[in-house]
């Protein structure tokens, strides 16, 4: 849908493939891009293949793809957990392969993603997973060891800030705010704060200072996420789900 978005998909030239009809029709009306049921006809007719099943379904799939892989063809997979060298292992070790961990995001081009190019990926290989991921949102290449951690943080992260806008919400519908004025404040709050973050390059611990006044509202509230241990909840949310991902990695 990013991609889409992005004027990236070329219908002629790009296809998906689902086993179930209700994915493919959904993927067919958000992106004008055809699916079908047969994941081999897919490889055999493009050169850039996305992987993008669940992890535990990863091996499965595989199976179904790897006799229409020739050199020319470079896959992409975006599942948590699964190494390069799993893929390797099922598709052969001359697969050009990169893996990548985006987030949901990038369906409004705003992603954060980390990819990891494997051994036999070229160089273009690399480029254009960056030029394809920086389309929607920010691409980093990263070891490919790290790339649990961004799972962890940036593909998990999403579900963790919208918890805390859900909780910011909560908080003034609590003190006597209109749910929905309550919802808008707090995403514009996250999205502004973000932003300040992003361009103004400052640090995150100056900005929180800037917004906290002696003897003032905001300190009053530092204070009390301090003694919750949010800060210590959010590493540990983070350390939790890479933890996960390696887990779902060996799984599978
Ligand atoms: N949901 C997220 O925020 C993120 C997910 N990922 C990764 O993306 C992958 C997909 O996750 P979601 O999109 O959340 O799952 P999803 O369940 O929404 O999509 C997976 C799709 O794969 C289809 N499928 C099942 N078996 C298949 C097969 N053998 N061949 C082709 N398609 C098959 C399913 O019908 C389903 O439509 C996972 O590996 C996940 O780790 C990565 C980054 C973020
Ligand atoms: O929850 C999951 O396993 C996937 C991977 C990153 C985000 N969602």
Redesign the pocket.
């Known amino acids: 849908k990013g991609w889409a978005a992005a004027g990236l998909l070329d219908a002629n030239r790009s296809a998906a493939?689902?086993?179930?009809p209700a994915?493919r029709e959904k993927f067919t009306a958000t992106t004008n891009v055809r699916a079908v049921e047969s994941?081999a006809e897919v490889v055999a007719k493009t050169d850039v293949i996305i992987l993008?099943?669940?992890?535990q379904?990863?091996s499965?799939?595989l199976a179904?793809v790897r006799s229409s892989l020739t050199d020319k063809k470079l896959v992409v997979s975006?599942?948590?957990?699964?190494t390069l060298k799993q893929l390797a292992e099922n598709l052969g070790t001359n697969t050009r392969l990169v893996r990548v961990?985006?987030?949901?995001p990038c369906l409004l081009g705003a992603s954060a993603a980390g990819f990891a190019v494997g051994p036999a990926a070229t160089k273009a290989d690399g480029d254009l997973v960056a030029r394809l991921f920086n389309a929607v949102g920010k691409a980093y290449a990263v070891p490919e060891s790290q790339l649990d951690a961004v799972?962890g943080l940036s593909?998990?992260g999403?579900a963790f800030v919208y918890v805390l806008i859900e909780a910011l919400a909560d908080g003034g519908v609590r003190v006597g705010l209109p749910r929905d004025i309550a919802l808008s404040l707090a995403a514009q709050t996250v999205f502004g704060s973000a932003k300040m973050v992003l361009e103004t390059g400052t640090h995150p611990a100056a900005l929180k200072d800037a917004v906290a006044s002696p003897g003032g509202t905001t300190i009053a509230g530092l204070h009390a996420l301090e003694r919750a241990g949010f800060r210590a909840a959010a590493m540990d949310a983070v350390e939790a789900a890479a933890k996960r991902a390696t887990e779902l990695g060996s799984k599978n």
């Open positions: 493939s689902d086993p179930y994915p994941n993008a099943v669940k992890p379904t990863m499965a799939a179904e975006i599942a948590a957990g699964i961990m985006p987030n949901t799972t593909g998990s999403p």
